[in-house]
């Protein structure tokens, strides 16, 4: 199933909403759907961030309803307002640590979306997933839409864990995944990069600390490997949630060409990344196309607005980006540590 079959929202239409005497914002949803929860203001010079930082609580509420809430119409024409309005919301924002993709730093706790060819589509994925603490909550922000695609589609976990086989989720919950990496070979980023170190012993420490396997290679490369479960329980809910970067990191996700070029040159061992059963045994083709496809099936997706906030619970909803045409500016920040899982 392709990008273009996904369930995507028509620009501007929008199912009838009451709005309270008095109230600041209306709540409602974009064609009738019930992710993300649309939010807007329903005054004129409302005060974005002072709203945010009162309702603090309500916001909460409805990211862990609905998984996802879009701010809509907010006046949010910079990165400082944006910053301001995650900061209401989500006072510690997080550093980028324990990397995967180019990020560019705007400001303490906010960073550019991944810096990816524009051509390219990115897989769906919860952030982070390959590390034991990641963010619970993402922020996007569209400081400029681009002139064409550019969408960045969610799909809820739930229910992509719902649409697969259960021979299909059993086999992953059984084996779990194992994630390989590899870090200066010329492709991907390196260790410097990715641990925001130049010690070796501070990128040793960090790894024992975490249960992650490392090992140095000549040239002063770095190779590591980290088994994770795919399937796991929303910290509030109890609920079970498919939350990875399996699909995302297996070398099947590039494009033939890419995938054959870096095949020649690296091998499979040498991969930037790559993804594997728990026991270090392949998954099957069969097993990771179903996972595709019941993201494909999730998949809601609408076209950026500037100065669009979507909010995402990271463990109810992942996200990915579809390929694009013009700049695009798209701002990401992270807030609020799960607790370290063990290995």
Not at 81 to 99: I, K
Not at 141 to 146: G, I, M, S
Not at 287 to 303: I, N
Request: a negative charge.
């Amino acid at each position: 199933m392709t990008m273009q079959s996904l369930n995507r929202f028509k620009a501007g239409g929008r199912s009838p909403v009451s709005l309270r005497p008095q109230a600041l914002v209306r709540r409602g949803t974009l064609d009738g759907g019930g992710l993300p929860l649309l939010v807007e203001p329903a005054i004129a010079d409302l005060d974005a961030a002072a709203w945010a930082r009162a309702n603090r609580e309500e916001v909460e509420r409805d990211l862990l309803e609905h998984g996802a809430v879009l701010f809509r119409g907010f006046g949010l024409d910079s990165a400082e307002r944006f910053e301001e309005f995650a900061r209401a919301v989500s006072p510690g924002l997080l550093d980028y640590g324990e990397r995967s993709s180019p990020r560019s730093e705007i400001s303490q706790g906010v960073y550019t979306s991944t810096d990816y060819p524009a051509g390219e589509a990115i897989h769906f994925h919860n952030e982070q997933s390959y590390t034991r603490s990641w963010p619970t909550k993402l922020w996007f922000y569209c400081l400029e839409p681009a002139t064409k695609g550019g969408a960045t589609p969610i799909a809820d976990g739930r229910k992509v864990l719902a649409l697969l086989a259960p021979e299909i989720s059993r086999r992953f919950r059984e084996k779990r995944v194992t994630y390989v990496r590899n870090y200066g070979d010329g492709m991907g980023l390196s260790w410097q990069t990715a641990f925001q170190t130049t010690s070796r012993a501070e990128v040793e420490a960090y790894c024992r600390a975490r249960g992650i396997e490392s090992e140095w290679k000549e040239g002063d490369r770095l190779r590591t490997r980290q088994a994770f479960d795919t399937v796991v329980a929303h910290p509030s809910t109890g609920e079970a949630l498919w939350f990875e970067h399996a699909v995302f990191f297996h070398v099947s996700s590039l494009r033939p060409s890419v995938r054959e070029s870096l095949l020649a040159e690296f091998g499979e061992e040498d991969l930037p990344s790559n993804t594997y059963y728990g026991d270090g045994s392949p998954i099957e083709d069969e097993a990771l196309d179903a996972v595709r496809e019941a993201y494909a099936r999730a998949a809601v997706s609408f076209p950026w607005r500037k100065g669009d906030v979507l909010l995402i619970d990271n463990m109810l909803v992942s996200h990915s980006r579809e390929p694009f045409e013009g700049p695009r500016k798209v701002l990401v920040a992270m807030a609020q540590l799960h607790p370290a899982t063990a290995a």
